[in-house]
């Protein structure tokens, strides 16, 4: 028998963790951070709906921390299982990993005094760098396109998802007993998160694999993106519009995968002379260092990306751009009261130093805060897109004065029409989908689509939500 449960990314965009259960043997797809309303987010992912013991393995879609990030807990909980992810992954979890256990441990810190300061007991970071260290000796990096047994009758392959660096989306097998054959297995495949068409440095996506069950993501599963086209352009207007301001370009970016694209583009511009000379700085160490991956991963990078490192040579900042290692250093950046243009983490604006870039920046209305990429519900870029007049950053209050921008083309998500192209070609052919990590405003256009494509069965499951899947359906 084959079940799945929805524990993670269940209508909802963060703390991805599908369970599947193979003959007795539980196996998860991904384990993510929850990210969004501190308290509610706080006790999600202190808790796991099953014992970590018992888990027999963990199969990785990509590094992002709301895929990745509560691996620790897991280990740090007794899970003793092998984790499967792609080479790449496998590098950048070395990264992420124990830098989130350092930011964990950084907001304690500054929440303790806090607490201490009102009389209520300190809190605990979910864990500490001895758990990522010890949950990092448990990965098995296997190449895409490389099936792997990870029980008896449940068999795997990555295929590449574009989204970023090293993402997956994972391909399983499973035969039931009595033989193979049509009737003697079920397929399923698992998008984890899908990256666009024609986007800068990584390859396209994929075609998806004819398969029985899908899970799929609708994170952009309602809407249209911009042209890529386009977003070079748009991308040298806000600087170019900012520089003319006397002002700051402020851009949250995830430190893996969006850093990357913007640096390469910024790369682009300033080599076509389409923006003025001014600093560019990345003020992230863990950009710094994924970076670093980058370079040893060319086999990822697109036809267009490997022209122009023939050209370029280094095509992720070469001579154009500053990365920043030392919080000192971080700090002057502030002071500076000339144009520049700052990268900084984290994507959703909710840890890391681009609180202080933010603290600093968004009352100047010459400032321009970029957002490129998809802001979580509850989160502080969430209430910056929607130019809430004030935001509170480490619990104070400030106006937000400064000009917003967002260019939803950087997305890393494929859009209603990308997904359409990937999943139109197996809809007659697939007996069900379940729609993940999306809100519902977004899973519900796509599940509409998806069965207008001839999909019989489309699901929007609830966290816990349980399915038996077997080779004459469910």
């Not at 501190?38 to 808790?47: F, G, T, Y």
């Not at 010890?134 to 895409?144: E, I, K, M, T």
């Not at 499973?174 to 003697?184: E, R």
């Not at 969430?382 to 937000?400: A, D, S």
């Amino acid at each position: 028998m084959l079940k799945l449960t929805f524990h993670g990314a269940a209508q909802e965009v963060t703390g991805s963790m599908h369970l599947l259960e193979a003959d007795g043997i539980l196996v998860a797809l991904d384990c993510g951070l929850f990210q969004g309303r501190r308290e509610e987010s706080s006790r999600k992912n202190r808790e796991f709906p099953f014992d970590p013991k018992n888990l027999h393995a963990l199969v990785l879609s990509h590094a992002h921390v709301d895929h990745c990030g509560r691996i620790p807990m897991l280990v740090k909980n007794g899970f003793r299982g092998r984790i499967y992810a792609t080479p790449a992954t496998r590098d950048l979890c070395a990264l992420i990993l124990r830098d989130s256990a350092h930011i964990q441990a950084e907001d304690a810190f500054y929440l303790n005094k806090k607490r201490e300061r009102k009389g209520e007991s300190p809190i605990e970071p979910f864990y500490d760098d001895d758990d990522a260290i010890a949950a990092l000796r448990l990965f098995h990096a296997v190449s895409p396109r490389h099936p792997f047994w990870i029980t008896r009758r449940l068999r795997a392959e990555f295929l590449m998802a574009g989204h970023m660096l090293g993402a997956a989306m994972i391909r399983l097998d499973y035969q039931h007993g009595g033989g193979g054959g049509a009737q003697g297995a079920t397929s399923l495949l698992f998008s984890g998160d899908l990256g666009r068409f024609d986007t800068p440095l990584l390859k396209d996506p994929s075609p998806f694999p004819e398969s029985d069950y899908l899970i799929c993501e609708s994170t952009y599963g309602g809407r249209r993106h911009p042209p890529t086209s386009d977003l070079r352009e748009q991308l040298a207007d806000v600087v170019n519009d900012t520089f003319r301001r006397g002002g700051k370009v402020v851009i949250p970016a995830f430190s893996v995968g969006r850093t990357q694209v913007i640096v390469y583009f910024l790369h682009q511009l300033v080599a076509e002379r389409r923006i003025p000379d001014m600093p560019i700085y990345i003020d992230s160490p863990l950009a710094v260092n994924a970076t670093e991956v980058f370079r040893l991963h060319p086999d990822l990078f697109d036809q267009e990306a490997l022209a122009f490192q023939a050209q370029a040579g280094d095509i992720l900042g070469g001579d154009c751009c500053t990365y920043v290692r030392d919080s000192e250093q971080s700090k002057a950046i502030n002071r500076r009261r000339r144009p520049c243009i700052i990268i900084s983490a984290s994507g959703m604006c909710e840890a890391g130093r681009i609180l202080h870039h933010l603290k600093n920046n968004v009352q100047n209305p010459r400032n321009t805060v970029l957002i490129v990429g998809f802001q979580a519900a509850h989160t502080l870029g969430r209430r910056i897109v929607e130019k809430q007049p004030e935001v509170r950053i480490f619990n104070q209050t400030y106006k937000l004065k400064a000009q917003v921008a967002a260019l939803n083309g950087f997305s890393a998500h494929a859009d209603s029409e990308e997904l359409g192209r990937l999943y139109r070609p197996i809809a007659n052919s697939c007996r069900g989908a379940f729609l993940v990590h999306g809100e519902p405003d977004q899973m519900k256009p796509l599940a509409a689509a998806m069965r207008d494509a001839g999909m019989p069965d489309v699901q929007m499951p609830m966290p816990a939500d349980s399915f038996v899947l077997d080779a004459d359906g469910r």
